[in-house]
């Protein structure tokens, strides 16, 4: 888990929805938990409204050093927050996305595909410089064949497998923690 990773290193808070069990480590790693109602996907609007507003409530609640956005819909909510610039983070702030997976390509019904191409490309063209998070080199090379190179030059990109159990890190130099943020 990477909150308790981060333990020693970092002061991790945590915005989901109520734990259904998938957070039964995270009071034993230090890290805050923050819940926010509606933050699951939802063709509802009203749903959709009140997780955004949640979730904008917290991210602009103080100077994060990294918020780091995870589940689709708070990826989804944060670019456009970001996007719109609802959401202003602070310039020490850096943003990391990661995809699980592309809404387009094989498997996605065609028209669908399409469309999630478009937003991906406005949204990567009007956020601020986001640190983008793949899981592997095949699919960060799926993403700039879907949206240009020209596209996500400005943004930092990493190929990270899966970080569920990366252990503890090592030693930092300098030992006062620094708030950190993932959704």
Sequence with gaps: ????????????????????????????????????????????????WRG???FLGIVQSRPW???WLHARLPVLLGRLALALRLWRPA??????????GLPFGPGHRSGMAALSRRVEQALLAACPPLDLI???VTQKQRMVTAV???????????????????????????PE???AHWF
């Design 1 to 48: 888990m990477l909150a308790r990773a981060l333990q020693d290193a970092a002061e991790v808070h945590v915005v989901s929805e109520a734990d259904r069990g998938g957070y039964v480590d995270l009071k034993a790693s230090g890290a805050r938990h923050h819940v926010v109602q509606r933050l699951k996907s939802s063709l509802n609007p009203g749903h959709l």
């Design 52 to 54: 955004w507003c949640g």
């Design 65 to 67: 050093s990294l918020v």
């Design 91 to 100: 310039p020490e702030t850096r943003v990391a996305l990661t995809y699980h």
């Design 134 to 136: 793949f899981l592997t």
């Design 148 to 174: 240009g190179a020209s596209v996500l030059r400005r943004h930092r990109c990493h190929v990270l497998p899966n970080s569920s159990d990366l252990g503890p890190l090592p030693q930092r130099p300098d």
């Design 177 to 179: 923690p620094q708030a």
